[in-house]
């Protein structure tokens, strides 16, 4: 490993480089870590033992410095450097493998040429991806770059968490060989979190056992080794032990609720026997989704009542033009209608695509598939839930319309189309082309993050262009906005929609031409989605 260079510090072998004293982690109502007192010094290499949700991960991040404990005190020596790697592996996307190496190099000062780089990811088999995303790479592809971050600055203390996840035989012995060289044969200084127990054994030669966010049990691994014959007969046994009086405590307390809550109470029925279908207990959880998530329904409901409160007053009472053919709420009428119709835009472009990506990335689509739902009857589940958002949100809309201004200018003079009629068929063509497109966007995209800022990038202009941030009639009397209108995909649909919305519709060629060309888009959006999207895979 190519050593730091000289202007570094170095600290002091001789001194504690962490110490911990009564410190105490919590989060909400959970205590991760309960007065925990730990000194770490040079040379130590200690194996974190313990059960799921015991505090392990929780207690490396303390000594990192990545979290601040609630209270209690953390003494790190001041010139010591930390290595850490991260049992989570979530990465911007656009940072590739080489940019994130090179950050280390940099910040860390080290002075490293191309060919002893090149060994070093030949070591940890990742030169062939270098150039690659870090946020497209798989869990394994993600976890080698991790450890070799957590080790190429020469770091004095080392900190991995569940090193071997991700990593097939081969790899893992790569990179333990590097560990070993490079940590216990150099006498640094490591903390291991681990399920690995043959772990311990290989790298570690002190240990401590921590359950419920407490240090139980400590010592030497050679002691374990000498009285239990391994580290995972001891580990195994404790974990019989601390999960049995966990499961009788938790049985007792839960009991006692019980009575107190049931008292003169029948039990409640969780789940009747009637037969509900396939699809009707996937819509209640998607419903859960949504409003349990809060984001979605917030955007949906929040932001019409937000944009009529700023851009309605904004221009309440103002008059467009020489005020021949319009009156003090013209522009207030036409501003509702573009904010309702764009309304029915954002939930295509963020709602439906949003939910397909999350599902498809997530376990939640195997497991809807594990109970005989079919992919194609999810998507259509999404899409009539999120039909059933555009219809809500843009009622909605025009009901805080009328409450904020209908009692000054008249209901239909303020939240109705002037010719209705007229206006339904590109009211239904928005709402297709709207949903068509949401389909091509969750087929386009992968990553979740990458179709986010994508959809934010695309709606921004739709919304604009279309009325929203600003009248439509101011819109289409600027030189050069006018022109720039026909850049928005949904034009063809909005404007017609809009003058009838506004009384000038009028069918003539222009209309017709608008008409077959928002049919036109529409049907290439569920082209490219039908192609694109692989749902059976």
Known sequence: MTELNKEKVMIDKNKILVSLKDVTKKYKNKVALKNINLEINYGDRIGVIGANGGGKSTLSEIIGNIRKPTSGEVYRQENMVIGLQFQDSKYPVGITVFDMIKYYLETFNIAMTESELTKIMRTYQIESFKDKFLANLSGGQQQRVNILLSLIHNPDLVILDEISTGLDIEVRSEIFDYIKENVVNKGKSLLLVTHMMSEIEELCDKYIYIHNGEIRDFGMVSDIVKKHGSVHNYTWNKFKEEKVADLKK?????????????????????????????????????????????????????????????????????????????????????????????????????????????????????????????????????????????????????????????????????????????ALPFLMLILFSSVSLGLMLSSLFKSTAAYVAVANILYLPIAFLGGTFLPIDFIMTSDVLKYATYLNGFKYCMEPFNNAWSGKFEFDYVMGIFLGVSILITVVYIIIASIKLKWES
Request: proline residues 3%; aromatic residues 16%.
């Open 250 to 422: 938790e049985a007792k307390i839960n009991d006692e609720k019980r009575i107190i809550n049931n008292k003169n109470k029948f039990d409640k029925i969780i789940n009747k026997a009637n037969n509900k279908g396939k699809n009707l207990p996937l819509i209640v959880l998607l419903l859960k989704y949504y409003i349990k998530g809060f984001v979605q329904p917030f955007f949906l409901l929040g932001f019409p009542i937000i944009m009529l409160f700023i851009e309605g007053f904004a221009f309440k009472g103002k008059m467009f033009g020489d005020g021949s053919s319009s009156t003090e709420y013209s522009l207030l009428h036409n501003l509702v209608g573009s904010i309702a119709i764009t309304q029915i835009i954002a939930t295509g472009i963020f709602v439906i695509p949003q939910t397909i990506l999350e599902f498809k990335n997530s376990v939640l689509l195997k497991r809807i598939g594990a109970t005989n739902i079919k992919p194609i009857f999810f998507v259509l589940t999404v899409v009539t839930m999120g039909v059933l958002f555009m219809l809500l949100t843009f009622f909605w809309t025009l009901l805080w319309a009328g409450i904020m201004f209908g009692t000054t200018y008249g209901w239909n003079e303020i939240a109705a189309p002037y010719q209705v009629w007229e």
